[in-house]
């Protein structure tokens, strides 16, 4: 697998232009990304390799927001060994040691220096592990040294103290340097980041994991990160066995696609390898992608 194509991929949304960047490609266990859903169904939407796994991206959003470059997650970043991106299947090289995300940014005439907020969903490693990088001297400093990063508060003291099973997923530095730095702002509950711009706890995934909503001129974006990963994951029921609330994630996707469906928001999915943005429709019994 290599990184999932367009590398790019470009929308209106309102008076505001913005850019999915796949920040590299991933493989995870096809039983664990369905959880409850057994195999015979699950399979039918989408094949999965000799170790049983699926094809994955990892899209961050750029928004060109009138106030500065608006980046909603990471990534994974270039500080792990072989062994994990063999594990989780990530190929996410980019040129100069750095990661496709920075590539993706360059293509878009953009550096690291010109991002001025960073928005994380959460900090699990495949979204957050690109707010820092491990330089050639081996030095980890925060990726986008002139970004404020925004997390809920919550979710960090989440991440600060894991248990058994969380620990797998977060890891310090891809925080901690930013926090040193000063620059790494915690929010609570919703809140408006920027004119427009919208932080909404979607919980469930982690108990404070939030999406990111883009209204502008009558028109609505909204980020789900792991609350709908993919978009074989808008059924209700159908939830990741990663998830630590797995009935607090089916009330928030309840929640936010009746939203999305009574006010026609566009959606932005996270983990699809192939399907970046849609719409949803409802048929009475499950939703689904329009059109």
């Known amino acids: 697998m290599s990184v999932p194509q367009p590398a790019v991929e470009t929308r209106q949304v309102g008076r505001v232009r913005v850019h999915a960047i796949q920040a590299g490609g991933q493989q995870l266990d096809g039983g664990a990304m369905f959880g409850v859903v057994p195999k015979t169904l699950w399979s039918r939407r989408i094949g999965a390799d000799e170790r049983n796994r699926i094809p ?12 500065g470059l608006v980046l909603l997650d990471t990534g994974s970043g270039n500080k792990e060994t072989d062994k994990f991106h063999d594990i989780y299947g990530i190929e996410n090289a980019g040129a100069e040691g750095r990661t496709a995300l920075e590539d993706g940014l360059r293509s878009l005439g953009h550096d690291v220096g010109d991002v001025r907020w960073v928005i994380n969903t ?15 001297q081996g030095e980890v400093l925060p990726t986008f040294p002139n970004a404020r990063y925004v997390v809920q508060a919550g979710e960090l003291a ?11 997923s977060y890891f310090p530095p891809n925080w ?17 980041i920027l004119p427009g711009v919208t ?6 995934h982690t108990p404070h994991h939030q999406s990111v909503i883009l209204r502008s001129a009558g028109e609505t974006l909204c980020f789900v990160g792991d609350l709908v990963p ?43 390898a192939h399907t970046g943005f849609g719409r949803v429709a409802f048929d009475g019994k499950a939703y689904h992608l329009a059109g």
């Open 56 to 67: 994955l991206g990892m899209r961050c959003l750029l928004i060109e927001h009138e106030d």
């Open 122 to 136: 959460h900090l699990h490693f495949d979204h957050a592990g690109g707010n820092t990088w491990r330089t050639p």
């Open 158 to 168: 989440y991440a600060e103290h894991p248990n058994e099973r969380t620990t797998a």
């Open 176 to 192: 901690a340097p930013v926090a040193a730095s000063g620059r790494l702002d915690l929010v609570q509950g919703e809140r408006e």
């Open 199 to 204: 932080v909404r706890p979607t919980p469930g």
């Open 230 to 272: 993919t978009v074989h994951h808008l059924p209700l029921p159908w939830i990741m066995g990663y998830d630590v609330e797995p009935l607090v994630t089916l009330e928030s996707k309840r929640a936010l696609l009746a939203d999305a469906l009574r006010e026609d928001w566009l959606l932005c999915f996270e983990h699809d």
